[in-house]
């Protein structure tokens, strides 16, 4: 488990590079097999993967660069845009209004 936790860390690492707040959505599996064995071992697989990273947080410390932590977690996308909607910056012509553009 600690392997695979350990590419998984430095994987999710990578991916925050591209993201402007430090809530990182990362998509897992495929929704036409939701209710098959193979979708039922990817999400065991990857609960031992979470629950395994999220007890360890001293072993990932190192790695975090700028972030503070690092916790996993499951959600749906409207869970991830309630974290990230109060974080976005306001760009364009206005500040506010229909002519402010938002960028996450």
Same mark, same amino acid.
């Given at each position: ?15 925050? /590079? ?23 071992? /990817? ?13 360890? *947080? ?18 749906? *996308? ?7 909607? *109060? ?18």
């Amino acid at each position: 488990v600690s392997k695979k936790a350990d590419q998984l860390v430095k994987h999710l690492l990578r991916t925050a /590079q591209g993201y402007r707040t430090g809530n990182l959505l990362q998509l897992w599996g495929d929704d036409l097999r939701y209710k098959d064995r193979a979708a039922n071992c /990817q999400f065991t697989s990857l609960s031992l993967l979470i629950k395994y990273i999220n007890t360890n *947080p001293a072993r990932y410390a190192p790695l975090l660069g700028p972030y503070s932590s690092m916790v996993l977690q499951y959600a749906v *996308p409207s869970e991830y845009f309630s974290a990230v909607r *109060p974080l976005r910056t306001p760009r364009g012509p206005s500040e506010t209004g229909s002519e402010a553009v938002w960028l996450n």
